[in-house]
């Protein structure tokens, strides 16, 4: 934007408008962060050492290999039911829709403990979930559901799926309902519709929630600990023990760092692939 | 071509419609109310009303998107009512054109073709034919956001024509173009229409539009038909006060039957008789008025009493200029305000504002319509 019709103390009054907001982003983002940087340079001694374990150490690319592989399931998992709610609720009467809404966020509300502990109450081998699928007869050994790799998905989907919904939300309902019209008028098959006018006109909003649920559930560890019972580690907890148990300050900056790093790829990814306004309307 | 061939082409591509008494209720609010309508093949019909008259409902009613409580839509005698709208194959231009916005021209013109299996390469010569049609053959590459409001209507009609559809049904085509461009794609759609010979249904609230394209206009009231007619029967012959009155305007004269005779009657209004012609039906004897219209263009209007079978004093409150004709407001103590339009060349009265004038007309000018 051109700022020839601002003088410069114009602009000063302005800037000093949004100084409050500044400094404030600055201390409790900027700073922090910094230090996390600093850290990861400066403990236990200055130089790249901690920088030097991501190639000489097989962990943490392992880890990062289960980080990426759950949080791209959930990812898929969530944004597709996601979808299939958000156009539900851009159909319905504004009173069901409400009542979508009210529901979505309520899920917010819940704690991440009594949500986990609710999943492994249902989840685990005489959980509820197994004894009705054994005495419906469709299974003759319990499914193993916790300590693994599934259980973190679902338990990482119920989280990522409102959000999902959401993000989708906001894309679908300024969709013109018009052209799903004009292409049945034309001839196409609703399914032909939907696949060739309404999908296409959608890849933003469905980028967009994919990006902002796969960083999302980038920092999960809670979830991933409970329900995986510690045999599945993701980069977010291992940093927490790294913190916290191992105490390894500098090498748990050091992949803090890496996070914010991939975070901050992905964001930039997206903002080339769609008009971030437009897709979060 | 020759007269005999389009004559032809038209039997071979046209279709006639018929609508049997259909109705729609959307819980208790009635959109069509026994609506029957028989559109021969290749007229241009328009279906005329204001907003919620139920004409916009018949048309998606014939699309296929409105599925009707009741009642039948026959196209040459096969029974579609229950054909979802992607079989009907009908072409038609949407309100807003509803283009899609991620193709090109091209691909949007393709699209019915696409959908109906024809590989890109196989359509390109009709989908290019069909944008030479509507002088759009050089945008083919562009986006519709790209386009004005006129291109992008054409670009609709290309899409819905190129498939060679059975009728052509148009939602208000021209509702969002000036004035100009307007009148423009008017002659356009005309001589398109009498090109292709194909069926056409258009919808519209614009009189003016409905008198200078349509074959037959058919007016919408309330879900109902009130009349349907050819432009220039339904503008010389309207039956009710509601269509003198939208279709043009008019001048309603309210008064008794005092007198009848061979080939005419009287009528008082005020204190005024007036002299029509025609017959008086026979229900308004007693004490119900009979209206007559008469068109403000059927009024002379002069200084001094003039040489006709009908005329009543009055004064001019009001004189419009409009450029072929001055639009005038005439008071007469008699029958009230009275709408009247004269050529300025004609010298018989200076429109001035307050002027004391006669107005004058014949018997068989006014014509006698229900009240509605």
């Not at chain 2, 591509?13 to 559109?39: C, E, F, P, Q």
Request: contains cysteine; glycine residues 8%.
């Amino acid at each position: 934007m051109s700022d020839t019709t601002l003088n410069s103390s114009e602009r000063a009054r302005y800037l000093g408008l949004a100084l409050p907001a500044v400094l404030l982003m600055a201390a409790f983002f900027v700073v922090p962060l910094l230090l996390v940087l600093w850290l990861s340079v400066s403990e236990p001694q200055l130089g790249l050492d901690n920088y030097r374990e991501i190639l000489t150490n097989p962990l943490i690319g392992r880890i990062w290999l289960t980080t990426l592989r759950v949080c791209v399931v959930t990812t898929v998992i969530s944004v597709g039911l996601g979808y299939v709610v958000a156009y539900a609720m851009t159909v319905v009467g504004p009173r069901q829709r409400m009542a979508m809404i009210f529901c979505i966020l309520a899920t917010f509300s819940f704690s991440v403990l009594v949500r986990a502990f609710a999943f492994i109450v249902l989840l685990r081998t005489e959980g509820l979930l197994n004894e009705l699928l054994l005495t419906l007869g469709v299974i003759d050994r319990p499914l193993r559901l916790l300590r693994n790799e599934i259980g973190v998905v679902i338990g990482m989907v119920h989280y990522g799926l409102p959000v999902a919904i959401l993000a989708l939300y906001s894309n679908l309902r300024g969709m013109n309902r018009n052209l799903m019209d004009a292409a049945r008028g034309l001839g196409a098959s609703g399914l032909q519709a939907f696949l060739l006018v309404y999908a296409p006109l959608t890849v933003p909003g469905i980028l967009a929630a994919s990006v902002l649920v796969f960083i999302y559930s980038l920092g999960f560890f809670i979830i991933p600990a409970l329900l995986g019972g510690g045999l599945v580690v993701m980069i977010a907890e291992y940093i927490r023990v790294s913190f916290e148990e191992t105490l390894r300050w500098g090498y748990a900056t050091m992949l803090a760092t890496t996070l914010v790093v991939v975070v901050f790829v992905l964001l930039a990814a997206m903002s080339r692939l769609v008009d971030l306004k437009k897709a979060f309307g | 071509m020759t007269i005999a061939d389009s004559a032809r082409t038209s039997e071979r591509t046209s279709h006639a419609l018929k609508v049997n008494g259909i109705s729609k209720h959307y819980g208790r609010h009635v959109a069509l109310d026994d609506v029957s309508l028989s559109i021969p093949r290749g007229q241009f019909v328009t279906l005329l009303g204001p907003s919620g008259s139920g004409k916009t409902s018949l048309l998606m009613a014939i699309a296929g998107f409105v599925s009707p409580s009741q009642g039948q839509i026959l196209l040459d005698d096969r029974d579609i009512t229950s054909v979802p709208p992607d079989r009907r194959n009908f072409g038609m231009v949407f309100q807003g054109y509803a283009l899609f916005p991620n193709m090109t021209v091209e691909e949007n013109v393709w699209f019915p073709l696409r959908v109906r299996k024809v590989s890109r390469a196989d359509a390109q010569e009709r989908v290019r034919a069909s944008l030479n049609m509507v002088q759009l053959g050089h945008l083919g590459d562009r986006y519709p956001s790209q386009l004005s409001g006129g291109q992008q209507q054409r670009v609709a009609l290309a899409r819905a024509l190129v498939f060679e559809p059975d009728l052509l049904l148009l939602d208000e085509p021209m509702s969002a173009l000036d004035r100009q461009l307007r009148a423009e794609l008017q002659w356009e759609l005309r001589s398109l229409h009498r090109r292709l010979g194909l069926t056409f249904v258009n919808v519209t609230h614009d009189q003016e539009e409905a008198l200078s394209m349509s074959d037959e206009i058919v007016i919408l009231r309330s879900g109902r038909i009130e009349q349907a007619g050819k432009p220039a029967d339904l503008y010389a012959k309207p039956q009710t006060t509601f269509v003198a009155g939208f279709l043009g305007d008019s001048n309603f004269i309210r008064g008794r039957v005092t007198a009848s005779r061979e080939g005419g009657f009287d009528l008082v209004a005020g204190q005024a008789t007036i002299i029509q012609s025609g017959s008086a039906p026979r229900d308004i004897a007693g004490d119900r008025a009979l209206v007559l219209a008469l068109r403000p263009e059927k009024i002379t209007v002069c200084r001094t009493r003039p040489n006709l079978a009908n005329s009543v004093q009055g004064t001019i409150v009001d004189a419009k200029f409009q450029g072929a004709t001055y639009h005038l407001q005439v008071m007469s103590p008699d029958l009230g305000l009275l709408s009247a339009r004269m050529s300025p060349a004609t010298d018989q009265a200076k429109p001035e504002v307050n002027a004391s004038v006669w107005v004058g007309w014949n018997p068989d000018d006014a014509v006698i319509v229900r009240e509605s």
